[in-house]
T-cell receptor, first 114, second 113 residues
Framework: DTGVSQNPRHKITKRGQNVTFRCDPI?????LYWYRQTLGQGPEFLTY????????KSRLLSDRFSAERPKGSFSTLEIQRTEQGDSAMYLC????????????FGPGTRLTVT | AQSVTQPDIHITVSEGASLELRCNYS??????LFWYVQSPGQGLQLLLK??????LVQGIKGFEAEFKRSQSSFNLRKPSVHWSDAAEYFC???????????FGRGTSLIVHP
């Protein structure tokens, strides 16, 4: 078990560009979550999947944000037309859908929009 | 809606001293409560959780927390702090149905030698 991995770890982009982040969950976990964390704040929930189904997406910050998990394994989070306010750490977590649903977090992708 | 308040942005303690980090929550029903730790460059790691039962819960790395329903609190404690405990600590609450935690803003722990 290698834990949750996220790529890239850092991304610098210019305002208006699109960016995509990838999350690989723990292999036996069927739930996958995305969070955003800004400086001095705790993680803020964005969306989550159970297998390939996106069960909650109302908390995505705007229609520029979208996420996919096409085969129920890895997931991608895309931000279109980035804005400076999108600069943050984007965290991914995974869990099983039984037991205590404990979430295991990845190291995050730090996005800087210039 | 559920919410979490961590009133202390920074806490400074000397190595070997005891520690208590405060957490107050707002939630109508019985909450699920968590404490996570985040070190620079690392993902959040779960220290301990409370779902039901004994209100004093033991976690990893020598931490414990006590659920006090009357005070809507879930404070984190450690009897003797080590320099490696310096990190950001987050309290979180979730409902039983979603298991999706709402996090507090965190408390930064600074440990002096």
């Amino acid at each position: 078990d290698t834990g949750v991995s996220q790529n890239p770890r850092h991304k610098i982009t210019k305002r208006g560009q699109n960016v995509t982040f990838r999350c690989d969950p723990i292999s036996e976990h069927n739930r996958l979550y995305w969070y955003r964390q800004t400086l001095g704040q705790g993680p803020e929930f964005l969306t989550y999947f159970q297998n390939e189904a996106q069960l909650e997406k109302s908390r995505l910050l705007s229609d520029r944000f979208s996420a996919e998990r096409p085969k129920g394994s890895f997931s991608t989070l895309e931000i279109q037309r980035t804005e400076q306010g999108d600069s943050a750490m984007y965290l991914c977590a995974s869990s099983s859908s039984s037991g205590d649903y404990e979430q295991y977090f990845g190291p995050g992708t730090r996005l800087t929009v210039t | 809606a559920q919410s979490v308040t961590q009133p202390d942005i920074h806490i400074t303690v000397s190595e070997g001293a005891s520690l208590e980090l405060r957490c107050n929550y707002s939630y109508g029903a019985t909450p699920y409560l968590f404490w996570y730790v985040q070190s620079p460059g690392q993902g959040l790691q779960l220290l301990l959780k409370y779902f039901s039962g004994d209100t004093l819960v033991q976690g990893i790395k020598g931490f414990e927390a006590e659920f006090k329903r009357s005070q809507s609190s879930f404070n984190l404690r450690k009897p003797s702090v080590h320099w490696s405990d310096a990190a950001e600590y987050f309290c979180a609450v979730s409902s039983g149905g979603s298991y999706i935690p709402t996090f507090g803003r965190g408390t930064s722990l600074i440990v002096h030698p």
